[in-house]
């Protein structure tokens, strides 16, 4: 049998023809920054950069199987879970992360394309929150996921952020790391939430336009960095300055840029 010593990050996620968002983006991510891949795909997705036009969601015993077999066939060090799509593939998931509770688990909370296109079932959000959210080391909500995960309306203030974030580590989160990236003003700014720790806030230059897949690179980033035994905290500090380059790059390239995950 061949095994790999090397670190892997298992990619847990969806797949977008356009290679906008979703598994693509994240072994681009990864392998960018020197750490290899494994994958477990949730749905096959059939996307241009403007719409989601089809969504066809995997049977969650596969989904179990594949990453039973890359956590066998690799030394897994960290996880990054994106698209779920359904409350059965979020149990499957589950299920096998509480087979394996030391590697941890970065997940960042796909509800909706930026386009609208719903890519988690509305019933889901419950188990999401309560069977798997638990299990990962950091959940990275923007501001609308964190509203909708809380229960909430959006948020209308820096305290009402912390509220929100408050009431899901008191559901069990570990850590949150809300992202700023939607909200108004120069400065983008995300915020590192952890039970009976101050918030940490990592704060950047709002760069002019959007591109798209940005959340998926960020958690992606920062289990890449995890991969790396880097702490939590210093995992977000360099996630953060890799996507802030991506960005930066792309609008200095004077690319076509189209919006954030
Ligand atoms: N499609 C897939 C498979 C995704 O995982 C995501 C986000 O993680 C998206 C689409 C949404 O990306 P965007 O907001 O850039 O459209």
Redesign the pocket.
Known sequence: MALSGEPHVLVI????SSG???IARDIETISSLGVRTCIAVT?V?V?THEA?LETHHLPPGLLADQMRAALQANKVAAIKI??LATEQIIAAVAAVLRENRVIPAVL?P?LA???GRP?LEAGAIGTLTRDLMPLCCLVTPNLVELAVLAGSRPAVDDEEVLQQGQRLLDAGSPALLIKGGHAAGLRSTDILLRPRQQPIRFDAPRLVGSM??T??MLASAIAAHLAKTRSLEEAVCQGKQFVFMKLRGAQTSRRRIV???
């Open positions: 996620g969806g797949s977008d906008g968002a979703g749905a997705t996307q989601v994106g698209m960042d796909v394309s930026s386009s890519l798209r897949g959340g998926c919006l954030f995950a």
